[in-house]
């Protein structure tokens, strides 16, 4: 069994508000089914992540995070007009991020990027998540090399861009090790690239339920980190560096 914590991870409960995205509405994927689904694993944690399904909507995430129990953390959606009172309050319930969807819509326009990564670092203490192809970093990178904490989903997607992922790893942008079945380039080409730059810059997540990839998760993911890396190294990947950059 391996040990893991689980850095990105969406919860879908119907009880809660969800919108249609781009024609798409994802099935149901309780706290409940993700625990059943990843039985295999010894959890220390985990990231829950909201969708652009989801947008700003709250209430799901506070209700999975109480659900889920010590050692999970939210990733959430905000507005730029957001409270530093709603920071507060979503920070009480653990949430540690703000996220950009670039790739999907649903979160907030990246021109409020720079104000909003730097704000909810300065109250909260928070990091920023994009999801976003390598393809498009440049037009972004001088912020996001600026700024006190980020980190990119999905190994970046595609491998047109991949050297501008590198480029911000080595200023200290974390990548996710997730979505294996949704990504266009070689994984452990990517993994040893990235690992070679910062290791401690990767951070394994299962992307469950892996809405719109064209393969789910799959428990042979973990394998072939470790296959690729080596047990010190992919022990890393897997639960060490996520679990110091979410719960430090």
Known sequence: MRTAFDAHMHIIDPRFPLIENQGY????????????TVRELKLIGGA?????FQGFDQTYLIDA???LGPGFVG????PHDTTDEELL??????VRAVRFNVRRGGSEDLSQLDYMA???????GWHTELYIDSVNLPDIAPV???LPAVSIDHLGLSQSGFHHLLDLVDTGVRVKATGFGRVELDVPQALRAIAAVNPDALMFGTDLPSTRARRPYQPSDIELIY??????LADKVLFRNASDWYLK
Do not use: K, M, W
């Open 144 to 146: 996001l090399a600026a």
């Open 25 to 36: 509405l994802p099935d149901a994927f309780t706290c409940r089914n993700y625990l059943d």
């Open 65 to 67: 995070l109480q659900s």
């Open 89 to 94: 309050r979503l920070h009480s319930y653990g």
């Open 75 to 78: 990733v959430t959606q905000l």
């Open 118 to 124: 730097r704000r909810v670092h300065e109250i909260a």
């Open 48 to 52: 829950v992540v909201s969708g652009s």
């Open 227 to 232: 296959d690729t890396l080596g047990e010190e």
